[in-house]
């Protein structure tokens, strides 16, 4: 994801320009974002891979958003052929690279911005709306390959990708509306951000099922209905029960946001912000 950085220090002299790929590459290994809470194979594969392609991509001259529209068009061709192709055993190791490759280059444009020293606000914009089109979409065609093409012995199967296209979305736009809201209240109120705790290599398993990277994986199975079906299903059931609980972790971190304001000393009157239109919810 391209997230915009913050430039070099006042009186700081910006960082030399990296020569070369082993260059790009060394800096990128010291410039990565917190491992919290992201699962194994975003973590310990997809970060790698992504790295790898930031330092090519630096060194052939590219910019975050030309990496963020080659991502774009590996991760669509990998669902056109989903929604239009009969499986067959060469479908899901093509559709799974299609994806892998696609994940890789959704990780190198955030990268390759650090690299250049700092994203933008439209590059993480355009970088989050790529994203959101390609969870619902994804399952989308799920949707209709299982239409089309499986031969379901009950046609509620069809509610799995239905409510993964569901899960996913929310899942997404609660991650980033509750991070959204927390940085919100740092600027209003001056509050430091959370110490980065250590990352935890059991976390990382355990939240695995939530894994993008293991989605993209296991639609190498996709030619073979039999086996394909009950592990998406399976990741579909893990999905919605760490939504279920994540959901009420995070209303609780965001209630806690509203604590330190009511506490807060009342501002002077020329420090107050000027009062916006009032937001009806």
């Known amino acids: 994801m391209t997230a915009p950085t913050s430039g070099p220090a006042s ?27 992201a ?7 997809n970060r790698k891979l992504g790295r790898v392609l930031a330092a090519a991509s630096y060194v052939a001259g590219l910019t ?36 892998v490759v ?3 280059f959704d990780a ?18 355009l970088d989050h709306m790529v994203d959101s089109l390609k969870i619902s979409a994804l399952h989308g065609a799920v ?11 009950h046609a509620a199967y069809l509610l799995v990708p239905l409510g993964f296209t569901v899960v996913a979305a929310v899942m997404f736009f609660g991650m980033i509306l509750k991070d959204l809201l927390a940085r919100a209240h740092r600027a209003a109120t001056g509050a430091p951000a959370p110490p980065a705790a250590a990352p935890s290599t059991l976390r990382s398993l355990m939240v695995i099922p939530t894994d993008y990277g293991l989605l993209c994986v296991a639609f190498v199975l996709l030619g073979w209905p039999e086996a394909f079906l ?19 972790k995070w209303f609780r971190e965001v209630a806690g946001l509203d604590a330190p304001a009511s506490a807060a000393p009342a501002r002077p009157a020329a420090d107050r912000p000027v009062p916006g239109p009032r937001v009806h919810r």
């Open 11 to 37: 009186g700081t002299a910006p960082a030399p320009a990296p020569r070369g790929f082993r260059d790009a590459l060394s800096r990128l290994a010291g410039a990565q974002k917190t491992a919290k809470g």
């Open 39 to 45: 699962p194994a194979y975003s973590r310990f594969v």
């Open 64 to 99: 975050p958003n030309q990496v963020t529209g080659i991502s774009a068009c590996f991760t669509f061709t990998g669902i056109a052929l989903i929604a239009l192709v009969e499986p067959a055993p060469w479908l899901g190791p093509a559709v799974c690279l299609a994806l």
């Open 102 to 104: 696609g994940y890789a």
């Open 108 to 125: 190198a444009d955030g990268q390759l911005a650090r690299l250049r020293g700092g994203g933008s606000k439209a590059g993480e914009y």
């Open 143 to 153: 949707l209709v390959s299982f239409y089309r093409f499986f031969d379901l012995d």
């Open 230 to 248: 009950p592990v998406y299903t399976l990741i579909f059931a893990g999905n919605l029960l760490f939504l279920l609980a994540a959901s009420v």
